[in-house]
């Protein structure tokens, strides 16, 4: 027999919290997003965009960033602020598409590191962003605003990723693709950036060399940096008809965010039913 069905992750802070007249979680541990970062200002500077819509659309949740690399403050740092200030849990968000490299191993390792030294700390590590519907209605937005109809029969579009050598994470990019296809585009075919192929290049002129009239690139990424730079190119050198922006702080990650957020309190909500 099934057990009750549990609230979707989508309701959990609207029901699960004490919410203030404003709409505020005063008693939800704080969120920690945590970027890769990049010598690129424009990487920050969208992470922080992305942030700011987070706060926004829930006044009251503390929202506070934290990178691996590059960027400050790093993870470390967030992390003993909040521990000084007498905070005892948190919920870390990686903000990345796939659970690769970084989230299996970076991510981990750093948070092990930086909350060593505060024992009374409790961290709960939301899941990584993709797949998700969310992602995919985000990539049509991004498109429409290039000028291309969601699911057009005409177009064959070039899903462009940074890549990785994960194989995980190589296939969750085929499936996506493939998934893709079946809403009504004329073909979807996986690119990467760096470590996989095919390049952005090469799919569109594969595309283009079957017949396909219409190509739009669709860079599968949040924030502009080097291996983002790489598509753009990549989609300009080869002739592609449309190419979309990145993803950036569309609505769609936005929800997907505290979506991932209110995830991570559902075994910190069983816990306290139980």
Same mark, same amino acid.
């Given at each position: 027999?099934?057990?009750?069905?549990?609230? +979707?992750?989508?309701?959990?802070?609207?029901?699960?919290?004490?919410?203030?007249?404003?709409? !505020?979680?005063?008693?939800?541990?704080?969120?920690?997003?945590?970027?890769?970062?990049?010598?690129?200002?424009?990487?920050?500077?969208?992470?922080?965009?992305?942030?700011?819509?987070?706060?926004?659309?829930?006044?009251?949740?503390?929202?506070?960033?934290?990178?691996?690399?590059?960027?400050?403050?790093? @993870?470390?740092?967030?992390?003993?602020?909040?521990?000084?200030?007498?905070?005892?849990?948190?919920?870390?968000?990686?903000?990345?598409?796939?659970?690769?490299?970084?989230?299996?191993?970076?991510?981990?390792?750093?948070?092990?590191?930086?909350?060593?030294?505060?024992?009374?700390?409790?961290?709960?590590?939301?899941?990584?962003?993709?797949? +998700?519907?969310?992602?995919?209605?985000?990539?049509?937005?991004?498109?429409?605003?290039? !000028?291309?109809?969601? !699911?057009?029969?005409?177009?064959? @579009?070039?899903?462009?990723?940074?890549?990785?050598?994960?194989?995980?994470?190589?296939?969750?990019?085929?499936?996506?693709?493939?998934?893709?296809?079946?809403?009504?585009?004329?073909? @979807?075919?996986?690119?990467?950036?760096?470590?996989?192929?095919?390049?952005? %290049?090469?799919?569109?002129?594969?595309?283009?060399?079957?017949?396909?009239?219409?190509?739009?690139?669709?860079?599968? @990424?949040?924030?502009?940096?080097?291996?983002?730079?790489?598509?753009?190119?990549?989609?300009?050198? +080869?002739?592609?008809?449309?190419?979309?922006?990145?993803?950036?702080?569309?609505? %769609?990650?936005?929800?997907?965010?505290?979506?991932?957020?209110?995830?991570?309190?559902?075994?910190?909500?069983?816990?306290?039913?139980?």
């Amino acid at each position: 027999m099934n057990g009750p069905a549990l609230p +979707s992750p989508a309701t959990t802070l609207a029901t699960w919290l004490p919410q203030t007249p404003s709409g !505020g979680t005063p008693d939800a541990p704080p969120l920690l997003i945590i970027a890769h970062g990049s010598r690129d200002p424009r990487h920050a500077a969208t992470v922080h965009a992305l942030t700011e819509q987070v706060r926004a659309a829930r006044p009251g949740l503390r929202v506070v960033t934290g990178y691996l690399d590059f960027c400050a403050p790093t @993870v470390a740092q967030v992390v003993d602020r909040l521990a000084a200030e007498g905070v005892r849990d948190i919920v870390a968000l990686p903000l990345l598409l796939t659970r690769a490299f970084h989230a299996k191993a970076d991510i981990p390792a750093v948070l092990r590191e930086s909350t060593a030294a505060h024992p009374r700390l409790r961290v709960a590590v939301a899941d990584v962003l993709g797949p +998700s519907p969310l992602l995919t209605a985000a990539l049509e937005r991004r498109l429409a605003e290039a !000028g291309v109809t969601p !699911g057009d029969r005409s177009t064959g @579009v070039v899903l462009a990723s940074a890549g990785s050598t994960d194989p995980e994470a190589i296939a969750v990019i085929a499936e996506i693709a493939r998934e893709w296809r079946h809403t009504g585009w004329c073909a @979807v075919r996986p690119a990467f950036a760096s470590a996989s192929l095919p390049r952005t %290049e090469d799919a569109v002129r594969q595309l283009r060399a079957e017949g396909v009239r219409r190509i739009a690139v669709a860079p599968y @990424v949040i924030a502009p940096g080097f291996l983002p730079d790489r598509i753009v190119r990549g989609a300009r050198e +080869s002739g592609a008809d449309a190419l979309a922006p990145v993803l950036g702080a569309a609505p %769609e990650l936005v929800e997907l965010l505290l979506e991932r957020y209110a995830g991570a309190l559902l075994p910190r909500r069983m816990l306290l039913s139980a």
